[in-house]
């Protein structure tokens, strides 16, 4: 069955520090894969996608995610976190092959950025 | 893009009764999807509400509990019947458009 899987559940970090947050897929066929954010109090957002081409995305707000697909690897990143990225991150694919647009998602991670 | 509204943002409910949550989005779309967000949890798909033919319900979640309907293409509806405290949750609407699924600001349920 299709799943995600992300590795860290709960991430503190000092402003300007570096993020990686960790997404793995599990499923054939078809890869798209999805990073959302949901800030607090506010409703799910789209950072970054990938369909196909240059495995290294660039999304919203200085994150990027690179598609490893020997590692079945969909990491986001960000070099240097602010206050405001205070939120929480998940990553996302395909419920069922075929990319019929159903999205399964990772478990989430709550990054939270001290000032 | 799609912008996408619901009513209500929010609700507290008494265990035995029904809530319909209304989702409107601002230009027509082929797909619309349901998704429930436990606390403290990701989200997951309940059903893909089809216009013109009965919603596709997702392993574990069935259609007496979870009615949902499709007029058109930029409405829908989910009910949630005979709510006990589990139900409690967000519900959120979304829409896949331009191969990108859009999220609407979800309904907060609270069932006492």
């Known amino acids: 069955a299709q799943s995600v899987s992300q590795h860290n559940h709960h991430v503190i970090l000092s402003e300007a520090a570096s993020l990686e947050l960790g997404c793995n897929y599990s499923?054939?066929?078809?890869?798209?894969l999805f990073w959302y954010v949901q800030y607090p109090g506010q409703h799910l957002q789209l950072l970054l996608k990938y369909f196909s081409g240059d495995p290294l995305v660039k999304g919203i707000k200085g994150f990027e995610a690179e598609f490893i697909k020997s590692k079945f690897s969909f990491n986001l990143r960000k070099p240097s976190v602010q206050w405001s990225d205070t939120a929480e991150y998940f990553c996302?694919?395909?419920?069922?092959?075929?990319?019929?647009?159903?999205?399964?998602f990772g478990q989430g991670t709550t990054l939270q950025v001290k000032p | 893009s799609a912008v996408i509204s619901q009513k209500p943002s929010r609700d507290i409910c008494q265990r035995g009764t029904s809530l319909t949550i209304q989702c409107q989005v601002d230009?027509?779309?082929?797909?619309m999807f349901w998704y429930r967000q436990q606390p403290g949890q990701s989200l997951t798909l309940i059903a893909t509400?089809?216009?013109?033919?009965?919603?596709?319900?997702e392993s574990g979640f069935v259609i007496d509990k979870f009615p949902i309907s499709r007029p058109n293409l930029t409405f829908s509806t989910l009910t949630v019947s005979n709510m006990s405290p589990e139900d409690s949750s967000i519900y959120l609407c979304s829409v896949d458009s331009g191969e990108t699924q859009y999220f609407g600001p979800g309904t907060r349920l609270l069932v006492l």
């Open positions: 996302a694919g395909p419920a069922h092959s075929g990319n019929t647009g159903k999205l399964i």
């Open positions: 499923y054939g066929g078809t890869v798209n």
């Open positions: 230009s027509q779309v082929t797909m």
């Open positions: 509400a089809n216009q013109g033919s009965e919603a596709t319900y």
